[in-house]
């Protein structure tokens, strides 16, 4: 609440105010002074509220302020019962009802002067249905209403201008710059009449020279004509090429068809297509037209604030909050057979969804499938322009791709081979090295031994000796047995080896050939690209630097379109106006009193004078009824009294017949008695 009456303070403080109040002077205002500050708010908004508290009714100011803040659309706070409150509290200048208000006013000053100063035109009068029985009345009405809606037209293309940026006073300096430019082209022209007119034979000159500029535009329009045919030649000549391509894509996915599967394919594109139709176009059309509907009602509404908006935001709160009440309510009840329909529904729904998604996914596809074929065809004709020869397809590439693995393979069995012989030979060699490793170590012991013995240099006796010998003679001959067969063994794979080199030596030669080959192709291949990314680079330039031009070249029509049709509309409407103005000044003018009583300002003054005639007949109507209020009021009361004692003698009376009649009925039982 501080922080409200520090903000009401501060700007009651600056201009237009200059209240020059403080929180404790403002808080201690009388309600009669505060409802003076509420009035001064009021009338900065609306000058029409300017008044003095002190010399109108209160019962007036409270109609008054409250008929204002209705038409400014204040929202108290509360509900019903506390708008009785408030505006108790408004006539008697209640703090807690003036402090609300004024902070809120403050807020907005700006907007709310917008919103006042449209009302004073926008707010229908309600004329009552007997009344436009009348021709003069009802066409007066229907004329109020046209010129209200002219006043909405006419307001929303004025705010519009301001929002564009185009002022009258500019304008007026291109409507006087082109005049004088006309008139500087008609003296010109004159000039020109007068210097040819001097000239023999101008007429035969100046006809020519029409003729001239004739066939000059006859010209310029042939040569369009004839742009326009290159054009259409050119699409023509595209589409062809794209019908070629998918004609022979048609006969290439044909050629191994079948007529089961070609109709099967059929039979789904014909679902496919009747489930876009029947069921995803027409959700897609009615959210489409929902959505426009939504936005036309949104355009046709008023412009909205931020407590419009807020107003919306607890509107939508409370919405929310009663669908959440009734969800909950909802499961509360927990019927089975709507659980059961809800699971069917859900299940329903999911799949929908899952149905939509995928046609959207294979409508993608379809899509993004059309956009590749026509960039592969793009593409092709590109590298046929660049290389002459044709791109290979379908079975071609196959065959090719098929050949090139068959070579792969055979290549590399033969590398295999040619490495477990590489293997086998390296094998060898350390079986070699190993032996004279052990031969040489066999050597040191027997010198070892020798020396250890004393007998280095000298053989031993002549039977170690001759068994020496003998046991050398058999380790030669074993030596000489295995070196045979080493020896065997090497020539052997030797023989192996050049076998294997010369059956090797036409697929090497090929391979270094097809290796040569690939090099040529990469080389070319790379420069092939090269040149294809400059060349591309250069149209993306080019083609990026067009669109530049063609967007300012729209933009600059569009411009200079909007333009003249805003300089037409507004030339329209002036031209109405004042054709307006001319008939009714005619009519004001006219000595026939008919066509004067037509004119609008006497028509406007008859329907014042006879509002005017009729409020004072009600005033004095009202008068009567007060001055005579107070003895109408007694007689009513003492006709109610009169009415309660005839009420209260009427019982008396109906109670003494019954007391009466059950005192005879008492004495005639008692006389049956006594017989």
Known sequence: MSDQIKFIVDNLNKEPFRKNYNLITFDSLEPMQLLQVLNDVLAEIDPKQVVDIREEMPEHTAKRMLSLLGILKYKPPGNATDMSTFRQGLVIGSKPVIYPVLHWLLQRTNELKKRAYLARFLIKLEVPSEFLQDETVADTNKQY?????????????CEQLKSSGFSTAEIRRDISAMEGEKEQLAKRVERLKKRVETVPSHQRMLQTARQLRVEKEREGFLAQQKQEQKNQLFHAAQRLQRVQNQLKSMRHAAADARPESL????????????????????????????????????VSEPAMGPSDLLELESKINEVNAQINQLIEKKMLRNEPMEGKLSLYRQQASIISRKKEAKAEELQETKEKLASLEREVSAKTDQARELDGTE?????????????????????????????EFKAEFGLLQRTEELLRQRHENIQRQLQTIEDKRGISGYSYTQEELERVSALKSEVDDAKGRTLDDMSEMVRKLNSLVSEK?????????????????C?????????????????????????????????????????????????????????????????????????????????????????IAEQENLGKKLREKQKAVRESHGPNMKQVKMWRDFEQLMECKKQCFLKQNQTSIGQVIQEGGEDRLVL
């Open 145 to 157: 209403e046209e010129l209200m809606e002219a006043f909405k037209t006419l307001h929303k293309d």
């Open 263 to 298: 109709l099967k394919r059929l039979e789904e594109e014909m679902k496919f297509n009747s489930y876009m139709v029947t069921e995803k176009f027409p959700k897609e059309l009615e959210n489409k037209r929902k959505e426009l509907h939504f936005l036309q009602k949104v």
């Open 391 to 419: 791109v290979l397809k379908g079975d071609e590439f196959k065959r090719y791709v098929s050949k090139l693995r068959s070579k792969s393979t055979v290549f590399k069995k033969k590398h295999q081979i040619i490495a």
């Open 501 to 517: 080199k010369s059956a090797l030596a036409p697929v090497i030669k090929e391979l270094r050939q097809l290796r040569q080959k």
């Open 519 to 607: 090099q040529e192709l990469t080389q070319e291949c790379d420069e092939k690209k090269a040149q294809y990314d400059s060349c591309a680079a250069g149209l993306e330039s080019n083609r990026s630097k067009l669109e530049q031009e063609v967007r300012g070249l729209r933009e600059e029509c569009l411009q200079g379109e909007s333009k003249y049709h805003y300089t037409n509309c507004m030339i329209r409407s002036l031209q109405v106006q004042l054709h307006r103005a001319t008939e009714e000044m005619k009519a004001y003018v006219s000595p026939d009193q008919q066509e004067k009583r037509k004119a609008i300002r006497e028509q406007y003054t008859k329907n």
